[in-house]
Nanobody
Framework: QVQLVESGGGLVQNGGSLRLSCAAS????????MGWFRQAPGKEREFVAS????????DYGNSVKGRFTVSRHDAKNTMYLQMNSLKPEDTAVYYC????????????????WGQGTQVTVSS
């Protein structure tokens, strides 16, 4: 069973940048599409980005396109989310997850989740 641990969250000013990491342990996540989701208080979990098993195909939620970049380094068993031009509305707990089936933008398609890392963007 693979376990996922996010890191890199924190407090940043409006317009700033952060890079989140998602480290897998237990076994490799090679072969899995991996995703990032976020959840703000009182809101549903929102799709942020995904990257396929080869790293050659990525998808992004409309609210982060052009600002966020997802990448993966399978030899390190790590996925990254580079977040630039951050806005207060990006404030949320960010989760990484491994997809087990279904559409990439549905949380229900992901069967393994990390514990989340808080990102707070001050105005």
């Amino acid at each position: 069973q693979v376990q996922l641990v996010e890191s890199g969250g924190g407090l940043v000013q409006n317009g700033g940048s952060l890079r989140l990491s998602c480290a897998a342990s237990g076994r490799s996540f090679t072969g899995h599409t991996m995703g990032w989701f976020r959840q703000a208080p009182g809101k549903e979990r929102e799709f942020v980005a995904s990257i396929d098993w080869s790293g050659g195909s990525t998808d992004y939620g409309n609210s982060v396109k052009g600002r966020f970049t997802v990448s993966r380094h399978d030899a390190k068993n790590t996925m990254y989310l580079q977040m630039n031009s951050l806005k207060p509305e990006d404030t949320a707990v960010y989760y990484c997850a491994a997809k087990v089936g279904g559409k990439y933008y549905y949380p229900e398609s992901y069967g393994i989740w990390g514990q989340g890392t808080q990102v707070t963007v001050s105005s």
